[in-house]
């Protein structure tokens, strides 16, 4: 059994300065470390004998606009097969310039994933073979899914913001606390 | 000598297709070049199933043999535009599939109809957002619309009558008259 | 029949270049029969054989991911209907889970069975399409007929319950909108009974039918190691060689007290992958049985309830609301978000139909999620299908394409 505690001393005996914090959710603890070391962790996660995290589960990002200096915050997911574990890597950007190494050296299927993170949110992963957008049309000049950007298309006609309850107008129900 | 172990039953509910009105004498019938035409058109109409989503599944299950779509005359399915007749969009239209669509229509030739299936087709369903286009009638005309999300099968069987209807009613000269041009130079075929 | 007489066979000379090889661009579009939804591969041939391919998706990017920033818990669930859309239960059953997780509600015993039952009858019907749909691929029509007529059975169960047949949008937070009816239950026996033949001939149809064989084994195989670096799950890992399954894994809905095995492959061919996922029907069909069993040897309190008592977030029954106070209160603050849930961060993964199927939720306390990322399975293994087609022939890459079960809602969303 491999315990949330263990994984972290020996986070903590390796890496020292570059592990910033934890914290415990539910039943997976989120660890923060520093951007300039992310390739060098996983990599420390995937080699070790005894933590042996060899198994890239998903890789986004999330958009917070009100810290300023870390807005973005790039998260990995990591599973031990043989000890059945999960382990959350959070590292965090400055959307001024969202730099970070890619993974793609280490785990092949993170190129997508990496791909998807920059078509949303603007991430900019160095070294990345392709870093073209995945999802969205390549004409498009912005990254969605930052905060600031409505969900829908403002040049449509034929629906009518005011009766959605959405858009500036006076006849509002009231701010529903989003 | 062959016996017969299960009574041999005969379906006298058949129904047959009406001959139209006809002007008729010995061995001759005169009528609107326009009917007979539009008569042998709509029972045989082939269609190109354009499925992108949920609703492709429910076409399935439409052209499998609880619903079968072939004793409306679609026996073939046509893959390609160049044989079809009748474009059916099934699910999702996003703006990064549009054009794809109208060169579809495109490459289609004259008479063509095209059905609209589900909510996300007509008019974008539940997905009011940056990336879909919000119904296929922005890009390309349309005739037949089927609600739902995901439409019975029933459904789709109805919105297959009603092109039905509107193949075997069309007038001979419709395709080549001023007001169709004029459609579809609005929607920059032509 | 004409012969080409030898003074007409030195007229017809070919030009020079044509006798070179050179490699000739196909597009193997989003639009074509073979491809089960909408994605773009573009493929450098030389004849019939494949030198090297591009794989483009995103022609039906719907942003599910930020649609959900928007709506409320419950809003959420006829989009995760639309993800998978062959085994849709699997998705909404899922993401109810993940926001029991947040809130640490614990369920009784028979609303899991019954959670059971739906998840497993959801898995036969994808399974049903992705192998009769290898079939008409491989030119057999006749399986792909004649196991549709079953579909139609499950989809039944589902009107039953639910209301809906393919977007079904099942269950509330907390359990189920009403108790299983007696037609219900009629109908899952009905199906108990009678789909075991059939699966029997679908199989008699396709598993040591020569042609077959020779069409799918040896073709489009992936090593396990190679899998594993690009983050395979569900039946495409399993028939390489590894018996991840998230049920035994990381048990969810009291799955480690049923008793059922994983079939495993070896070479993590297009054959394999489609003796995995016969063997999981016939798993499921154990399952479903023995669900059914535990539900009826439950007794006393534990054999009444079909959902969890979370008053905060379960909508009451509409009778109680046209009637009685409390629970009209109840219903105007679960739809207008009166009630804030706990601010975390939680991850939950389900085994779909084709892999872990994942819901990353970051709740800040408001109406809706501050962010919702779904870790949807085919898009990750979809990286894999250029590399593995590479050197093949097209009608080989038709049937891998096919056989890895390809859902182009899940890849996009």
């Known amino acids: 059994m491999l315990e949330d505690q263990f994984i972290l001393e020996k986070l903590n005996s390796k890496f020292g300065e570059s592990i910033i914090g934890y914290e415990q959710n539910y039943d997976i603890m989120a660890v923060y470390g520093d951007k300039e070391q992310n390739l060098k962790i996983l990599q420390y996660l995937y080699d070790d004998e005894e933590l042996g995290f060899k198994f890239l589960t998903d890789l986004t990002a999330i958009h917070y606009p009100d810290n300023k200096g870390e807005e973005l915050v790039v998260t990995y997911l990591v599973y031990n097969m043989r000890k059945r574990k999960h382990l959350r890597l959070k590292f965090k950007l400055n959307i001024e310039k969202p730099d970070i190494y890619t993974l793609t050296s280490l785990f092949v299927g993170a190129n997508w994933l990496e791909r998807e993170c920059y078509d949303f949110f603007g991430v900019n992963f160095v070294g990345h073979p392709n870093l073209i957008r995945v999802m969205n049309v390549e004409e498009m000049d912005y990254f969605p899914l930052r905060k600031e950007y409505p969900l829908e298309d403002q040049a449509r006609k034929d629906k009518d913001d005011d009766m959605f309850g959405r858009g500036d107008s006076h006849f509002n129900l009231g701010k529903l606390n989003i | ?190 | 029949m004409k012969e080409i007489k030898e003074k007409e066979r030195k007229n017809i000379e070919l030009p020079e270049e044509s006798l070179e090889k050179k490699s000739r661009t196909l597009n193997l579009g989003p639009t074509h029969p073979a491809t089960h939804g909408v994605f773009q591969n573009i493929l450098e041939m030389d004849g019939e054989k494949i030198l090297s391919a591009e794989a483009t998706v995103g022609y039906i990017h719907r942003a599910f991911e930020k649609i959900a920033e928007q709506r409320a818990f419950y809003q959420v669930t006829p989009l995760t209907d639309r993800l998978n859309y062959c085994s849709a239960p699997i998705n909404n059953l899922g993401w109810h889970m993940t926001v029991e997780k947040l809130l640490g509600v614990e369920m009784p015993k028979r609303v899991d069975y019954m959670r059971v039952i739906i998840m497993e009858l959801a898995r036969i019907s994808d399974h049903l399409i992705c192998n009769s749909v290898i079939g008409v691929d491989a030119g057999a029509f006749t399986g792909f007929l004649y196991v549709m007529k079953y579909r139609e059975l499950i989809y039944e169960i589902y009107e039953e319950i639910s209301g809906g047949r393919l977007t079904t949008n099942i269950g509330r937070i907390g359990g189920f909108e009403r108790d299983f009816n007696q037609i219900a239950w009629e109908k899952i026996d009905k199906f108990l009974n009678e789909y075991p033949k059939i699966l029997k001939e679908f199989e008699g149809l396709f598993d040591r039918n020569r042609i077959f064989m020779e069409r799918t084994q040896g073709v489009g195989g992936i090593s396990l190691e190679r899998a594993l670096h690009y983050g395979f799950t569900g039946p495409n890992l399993r028939a390489a060689g590894l018996d991840y399954d998230i049920r035994t894994a990381k048990p969810y809905s009291r799955y480690e007290e049923f008793d059922f095995k994983v079939p495993v492959g070896t070479t993590g061919d297009v054959y394999d992958r489609y003796m995995v996922r016969n063997q999981e029907m016939w798993q499921s069909l154990s399952l479903i049985r023995q669900a059914v069993q535990k539900i009826n040897d439950l007794k006393g309190e534990e054999a009444i309830p079909h959902h969890a008592d979370v008053p905060d977030y379960y909508l009451p029954l509409k009778e109680k609301v046209y009637t009685k106070m409390e629970e009209m209160i109840y219903h105007f603050k679960i739809i207008y978000g009166e009630i804030d849930p706990p601010v975390g961060e939680v991850y939950h993964a389900v085994e779909g139909g084709n892999g872990e199927l994942g819901f990353y939720l970051v709740s800040d306390g408001g109406r809706a999620a501050y962010r919702l990322h779904f870790r949807r399975p085919c898009f990750i293994y979809y990286q894999a299908y250029p590399e593995i087609i590479v050197g093949s022939l097209i009608s080989d890459a038709i049937l891998t394409m096919s056989s890895m079960n390809m859902i182009a809602g899940e890849m996009d969303a």
């Open chain 2, 1 to 190: 000598m062959i016996f017969n172990k299960r009574p041999v039953t005969h379906n006298t509910n058949v129904k047959l297709v009406e001959m139209p009105d006809m002007y008729q004498g010995e061995g001759f019938g005169a009528m609107q070049l326009s009917k007979v035409v539009g008569l042998a058109r709509k029972n045989s109409i082939w269609p190109l199933p354009f499925a992108t989503s949920c609703c492709g599944i429910e076409f399935m299950a439409t052209m499998a043999s609880h619903y079968d779509l072939a004793r409306f005359g679609s026996e073939r399915l046509a893959f390609t535009p160049r044989q079809c007749d009748l474009l059916m969009v099934m699910g999702t239209i996003a703006k990064k599939m549009g054009p794809v669509v109208k060169q579809v229509y495109l490459q289609m030739a004259e008479p063509r109809w095209v059905m609209a299936v589900g909510a996300c087709a007509s008019s974008g369903g539940i997905f009011d957002t940056y990336s879909v286009l919000q119904g296929i009638d922005q890009i390309v005309p349309v005739d037949v619309y089927v609600p739902g999300c995901a439409p019975r099968p029933e459904a789709i069987l109805d919105g297959i009558l009603k092109v039905q209807e509107l193949v075997g009613n069309e007038d001979i000269r419709r395709r080549n008259s001023p007001e169709y041009q004029e459609m579809l130079r609005s929607y920059g075929i032509l």
